[in-house]
């Protein structure tokens, strides 16, 4: 009898174990940071928690001089940085599409930024924007641009991090949609080739309409992994100078790692999770929409 109730409940025992994990490992974090979310805490006293409602989120909403520009500030860099990288990939991924002597190295090189440590990569950044003796301050030197203060300036502090993450991130986009050119059917082009079709329009009419799902695809990838952005931005800045390019993350981790206000480090999260959600949401709805 029970090998009977076993064959007939075997598509639900197996993956059992995965569905625990997931249970365990994501959902409990996730509730656990919620009902946090509605206590005062903070590490730094022997006060127990106390339960202030929503007070947290009122205060976050609408009394913290800090939030909204945070929140500001990481839609602006994600944004950005997954604009500039969704073109540069494309860009380079049609040109590794192509045969020329010496692909495979000029490939392998240009992928080695995607798998750097984050936070080696920002301290080698910091050497390169120091405004005496850095190198991007050399080269403008070379066109006769005064230097720049870079991560020192309020005004460029943002640009010159969305610089760094496209330096790092470009690859792997250009890496999901080399792999979508190099599953596109030929005959199209074939038959494109026989009514006599220029390059530039095989490109604009067969190409980039077939490669919209693999776009849409890094574009998904990129936008979530940018809204976490937290290791470069750290490393870099720690989210000065004066706040300038302090986004959720940093903001969330200042407030429970340096104030020790741990129960609106909880209601900041809950507002992020919402807003990642909402966003991954939207772009996979995209995504089906172009599919259709």
């Known amino acids: 009898m029970f090998s009977r109730w076993l064959e007939r409940n075997i598509k639900y025992i197996f993956p059992l174990p995965a569905v625990l ?16 979310s509605f206590f005062d805490w903070s590490m730094s006293s022997l006060v ?3 339960w202030v409602g929503i007070s947290n989120y009122k205060s976050l ?17 994600t944004i950005a940085a997954v604009l500039v990288e969704t073109v540069l ?32 990569i920002g301290l080698v950044w910091m050497l390169i924007y120091e405004p005496n003796i850095g190198f991007a301050n050399k080269v403008l030197s070379v066109f006769h641009i005064s230097p720049q203060l870079w991560l020192a300036s309020p005004k460029q502090v943002m640009a010159s991090l ?6 790092q991130w470009t690859p792997m986009v250009a890496l999901i949609v080399l792999a979508g ?3 596109l059917p030929t005959e199209p082009y074939e038959a494109a080739l026989v009514d006599g079709a220029t390059r530039w329009q ?58 020790f206000k741990l129960g609106m ?28």
């Open 21 to 36: 994990f997931v249970l365990i490992m994501m959902v409990f974090p996730i509730a656990y940071t919620l009902r946090l």
């Open 48 to 50: 127990p928690p106390q």
């Open 61 to 77: 909403l609408f009394s913290d001089p800090r939030f909204w520009p945070s929140i500001s500030r990481t839609f602006v860099f």
């Open 89 to 120: 990939g494309i860009i380079i991924a049609l040109f590794f599409n192509q045969d020329f002597k010496g692909k495979n190295v000029l490939k392998t090189l240009f992928l080695l930024p995607m798998i750097a440590t984050p936070v080696a």
């Open 162 to 167: 969305i610089i760094v993450d496209v330096w």
């Open 181 to 183: 050119l190099t599953s």
């Open 202 to 259: 095989m490109l604009t009419r067969i190409t980039l309409p077939l490669l919209k799902p693999t776009i849409l695809v890094a574009v998904l990838l990129r936008s979530i992994d940018a809204l976490k952005t937290f290791d470069i931005i750290y490393s870099m800045t720690g989210g000065g100078p004066d706040f300038h390019s302090e986004t959720i993350n940093i903001y969330s981790f200042v407030q429970g790692f340096s104030y």
């Open 265 to 292: 480090t909880s209601a900041l999260l809950m507002i992020f999770f919402v807003l990642v959600l909402a966003m991954s949401m939207i772009l996979v709805s995209i995504r089906k929409g172009g599919e259709a």
